[in-house]
């Protein structure tokens, strides 16, 4: 049950910042949680990233310095997986990842990068319930697994609002975001703590 590509292909630049946004904002936890954990990396710097395309998404015209600045730090926050070879390392990657990608969205201005924040969404859960269930689960049927079907309504109804406002605005990104809080804390919740205490 993977959200509708045709879709999410109708947002226009500034509705797709607004879904990446919310992305970055659901998986930032995921890098928190092994940066805590492994003593990795300096959170405040994707914070940071986050805070300017959250101010800056509406407007045409991004302050590309800052910009470049931005997408360097989070760069260099990255973990290397060759080195970090554990799940949360792969989910903080995929986390600065998505980051990275809606600044090169601000920058190119290619609706295309999107599709990469869903997918790098349902990849996060993917990496995450394969390491619980010990890989038994294939692409087909991780579809059935609750987290995939709440992270496919959950976008499903981003999309469907982001279509239905005429014009968007930070109220309607701020109300979106805290929709999604409610849904969860974070993409993978509390159940990265169940991982941890059972491996």
Not at 47 to 67: G, N
Not at 87 to 114: F, H, P, Q, S, V
Not at 116 to 121: D, H, I, K, R, S
């Amino acid at each position: 049950m993977y959200m509708d590509i045709q879709k999410i292909n109708k947002l226009d630049l500034t509705r797709g910042l607004v879904f990446c946004y919310l992305a970055c904002k659901r998986l930032f936890p995921n890098y928190v949680y092994f940066s805590e954990h492994y003593a990795y990396g300096e959170p405040q710097k994707l914070e940071a990233a986050m805070d300017f395309i959250y101010r800056e998404m509406l407007h045409e015209e991004p302050d590309e310095e800052r910009l470049h600045y931005l997408d360097k730090q989070v760069k260099l926050q990255m973990p290397n997986l060759r080195s970090q070879q554990n799940i949360y390392a792969e989910l903080a990657y995929l986390a600065a990842t998505l980051i990275r990608y809606t600044l090169n969205m601000m920058k190119e201005k290619d609706t295309g990068y999107t599709i990469n924040a869903m997918v790098l969404a349902f990849d996060s859960i993917s990496v995450f319930v394969n390491h619980r269930d010990q890989n038994k689960w294939d692409l087909y049927s991780i579809e059935d697994e609750e987290l995939t079907v709440k992270e496919s309504n959950l976008q499903a109804g981003i999309v469907d609002y982001l279509l239905l406002r005429d014009e968007i605005d930070l109220e309607d990104v701020d109300l979106l975001s805290q929709m999604q809080s409610y849904n969860r804390k974070g993409l993978l919740d509390e159940q990265l703590e169940l991982v941890a205490a059972t491996a």
